[in-house]
Structure formats: structure tokens, C-alpha cells
């Protein structure tokens, strides 16, 4: 864990108060004493420093000791322009706790918004029972955050209700990764898609792929068809493979442009 995940950062000198998963894990785990420092995140990009204290009743408490701004370990290399350029990734839902491991994944390497989805071939379906699919929320939330502590990421990603994959088709087009498609996605396109502002979509297929239907209208309505320059991967796979070359493409494109001599 490079820092903690709270609910709200108060000004230095203000307490945060620890109990449940998160004492458990800095006192036994971590076995941080009154005096040990740690950072924390508010997840909406707000950092600070605090000193580990003892509260009246024996729990741990921290104690902020200066506000840090943005988090300032974040890999300069991995930087994006952020607030000109988000990442949306379209994860298809799939069996068992594949879905799980690939929230976790993308979240690490940076999605900005994960958008669960249902397309023809998934074997998993959404909950029906509304008790049922807030249980699943749930526990989606607290992934991304373990995610966010284990990352050192400064944002928690959004995470939408889950969509049926028509409805991406009068959205803003992306980039489909696909097992048939003739070529890879190049650093031209991905200069293209790195041009101006707004959201940047990455979708992946489930199980059984993306039928050729699906892909033939996302391809109509503007979405760029490319393969992944790898063999055939599982899908929980496909998709942190494919947002790491999204990743790499678009933060190596940044930095040539800040790096050119007029």
C-alpha cells in the first residue's frame, strides 16, 4: 500500500479515525506505531501527510500533518495531460471472479471511467435483484480502492451502472480490440486519438468474443477495429493489455510533443 484511501482529508492537525479493515491492516499488518508517518488520498486527487496516534480508546489514529496537493510520487513518466484527455474503459462482464481481476488491473494502470458491459457472448449477467446488484457495487467499490491504495493513485476511477454494449454506439467512438482485426493500432492513430480533448474509449470482448455483428456496428458508427500485437489472450487479460498499449502510445506521443525544439 503506498497510502490510505480516506473519506475526507480535514486541515493539519485534524484526526482521521481508523477502524474495521483499514485498523486491522496498519496496526497488524503494517504494525505502524504512534510516531510512523503515512500518506493519504481523499481519491478526488487531494494527498496529505499524517503521523500515526493513539485515540482515547486504544484505536490508531492519524493525525494530518500537511497537506501535499497532488500526490507527489506519481511516475512522471506514466503522466497524461489529465483534464484534457480521460480513459474510458468498456469491461465486459465475465464468469466467476474474472471481472474482479480486471477492475483491479485497469484501475492500476489508470483508467479514468469503467464502464461495465453486457454484449452478446457474455456468459455473466447483471444481477436482477436490487439487493444483489448493491452487494456487487459494493464490493466493485472497495476493489477500486484497494486498487488505489496498492497503485498509489491520488483518484478513485468512476465506475458506472452496468450498460448493454447498443447503447456505446451513439456515444463518443473509441477503439475496439479484436481477435479478426487486420492491423494494430499505430502511433498515427494514436495520435489521432490523441488530438483535443474528451474521452479516450478502450473495449475488449468477454469469454466468447465480440460477435461480427457487434464489431461491424461499432466499426460504422467510427470506432477504430485494431488487433492486439500479441496471440490470443483471455479476455480478463485483453483488457489490461489493451489499455497498457493505449497507455504507452499516448503518454510516449505527450512527451514527444513536450519535447520538441522549436
Not at 454484449?119 to 436490487?130: L, M, N
Not at 478513485?156 to 448493454?164: G, I, M, N, Y
Not at 447498443?166 to 482485426?181: Q, S
Not at 488487433?227 to 512527451?255: D, M, W, Y
Request: glycine residues 10%.
Amino acid at each position: 500500500m503506498k497510502h490510505l484511501v480516506v473519506s475526507s482529508i480535514p486541515p493539519p492537525g485534524g484526526e482521521i479515525h481508523l477502524s474495521g479493515r483499514d485498523a486491522h491492516y496498519l496496526g497488524q499488518v503494517r504494525r505502524l506505531r504512534p510516531g510512523d508517518s503515512l500518506d493519504c488520498t481523499d481519491g478526488n486527487g487531494g494527498v496529505c501527510r499524517a503521523l500515526v496516534s493513539v485515540g482515547p480508546g486504544g484505536d490508531l489514529v492519524l493525525v494530518v500533518q500537511k497537506i501535499l496537493g497532488e500526490d507527489p510520487q506519481q511516475p512522471a513518466s506514466l503522466e497524461l495531460p489529465r483534464g484534457e484527455v480521460s480513459l474510458e474503459v468498456f469491461l465486459p462482464l465475465l464468469k466467476g471472479k474474472l471481472f474482479d481481476k480486471a477492475l483491479r488491473q485497469v484501475t492500476e494502470l489508470g483508467a479514468d471511467r469503467i464502464v461495465p458491459v453486457v454484449t452478446r457472448h457474455c456468459v455473466k449477467r447483471p444481477p436482477r435483484e436490487e439487493a444483489e446488484l448493491r452487494k456487487k457495487n459494493q464490493r466493485w467499490e472497495v476493489i477500486l480502492r484497494e486498487a488505489c491504495q496498492q497503485s498509489g493513485r491520488s483518484r478513485l476511477p468512476e465506475l458506472t451502472p452496468v450498460q448493454d454494449l447498443p447503447a456505446l454506439v451513439d456515444g463518443t467512438p473509441g477503439i475496439v480490440f479484436h481477435e479478426r482485426a487486420t492491423r494494430g493500432l499505430t502511433r498515427e492513430k494514436a495520435a489521432e486519438l490523441w488530438v483535443g480533448g474528451g474521452s479516450r474509449r478502450v473495449l475488449t470482448g468477454p469469454e466468447g468474443g465480440l460477435a461480427p455483428e457487434e464489431v461491424a456496428c461499432l466499426a460504422e458508427a467510427g470506432w477504430l477495429v485494431c488487433s492486439l500485437p500479441t496471440p490470443v489472450l483471455r479476455a480478463e487479460t485483453a483488457a489490461v493489455a489493451a489499455l497498457a498499449i493505449v497507455l504507452h502510445l499516448g503518454s510516449e506521443l505527450h512527451c514527444s510533443s513536450r519535447s520538441v525544439i522549436p
